[in-house]
């Protein structure tokens, strides 16, 4: 099945309860990196995003400071339940998981010695690549529809991540561009 067809048949619009579980399921499941479980738990599963709206908000969520998921609950809270939407998906997004990390801190301070441990600690961060790469080219599919977009998307990644330009003026050139594109291109 689609999943892109199937995110077209949007779901209600979330209460607080619903926003509050939905993130923090999300959270609790999100260990070494939120976003690929983020697409799939809002574009697919819970169906309050299309995939495309999901890639636009993701987009403005990096631009903003601060943690992209968070940043991404605050803005699906907004969307459908204003400020205490907004809180309701920060609070779930953030309460298991802040418990569950202090307890990990508390257990690797005391074991962080240990050889299992470091080993753990390495497996660990080869399965967040992963999820990263995964998500990556999740959040690229809706651009392939759309050469402008993912020209600035190319012309971004290879600014960040292979010429090493700083985020900030990078954002700064290619927010103003990606914009006056997508204008041009809705007339």
């Given at each position: 099945?689609?999943?892109?067809?199937?995110?077209?048949?949007?779901?209600?619009?979330?209460?607080?309860?619903?926003?509050?579980?939905?993130?923090?399921?999300?959270?609790?499941?999100?260990?070494?990196?939120?976003?690929?479980?983020?697409?799939?738990?809002?574009?697919?599963?819970?169906r309050?995003?299309?995939?495309?709206?999901?890639?636009?908000?993701?987009?403005?969520?990096?631009?903003?400071?601060?943690?992209?998921?968070?940043?991404?609950?605050?803005?699906?809270?907004?969307?459908?339940?204003?400020?205490?939407?907004?809180?309701?998906?920060?609070?779930?997004?953030?309460?298991?998981?802040?418990?569950?990390?202090?307890?990990?801190?508390?257990?690797?301070?005391?074991?962080q010695?240990?050889?299992?441990?470091?080993?753990?600690?390495?497996?660990?961060?080869?399965?967040?690549?992963?999820?990263?790469?995964?998500?990556?080219?999740?959040?690229?599919?809706?651009?392939?529809?759309?050469?402008?977009?993912?020209?600035?998307?190319?012309?971004?990644?290879?600014?960040?991540?292979?010429l090493?330009?700083?985020?900030?003026?990078?954002?700064?050139?290619?927010?103003?561009?990606?914009?006056?594109v997508?204008?041009?291109?809705?007339?």
């Amino acid at each position: 099945m689609n999943h892109d067809t199937a995110a077209t048949a949007l779901a209600p619009t979330p209460g607080l309860g619903d926003l509050f579980r939905g993130f923090l399921g999300l959270g609790l499941i999100s260990f070494g990196g939120a976003l690929p479980h983020a697409r799939r738990a809002l574009v697919e599963q819970r169906r309050w995003l299309t995939s495309a709206e999901f890639t636009d908000l993701l987009g403005l969520c990096q631009f903003l400071p601060g943690g992209n998921v968070i940043n991404l609950s605050v803005a699906v809270g907004m969307r459908f339940r204003g400020v205490s939407g907004a809180l309701a998906a920060v609070l779930g997004l953030i309460a298991g998981p802040s418990l569950i990390v202090i307890s990990l801190g508390v257990f690797y301070e005391r074991t962080q010695n240990d050889p299992h441990v470091r080993h753990l600690f390495a497996g660990l961060s080869a399965a967040a690549a992963g999820l990263l790469v995964a998500m990556s080219v999740k959040i690229m599919l809706p651009l392939r529809r759309d050469p402008a977009a993912a020209t600035i998307a190319a012309i971004g990644f290879i600014a960040i991540a292979i010429l090493r330009f700083p985020l900030l003026p990078t954002m700064l050139v290619l927010t103003p561009l990606s914009i006056f594109v997508a204008a041009r291109a809705a007339r």
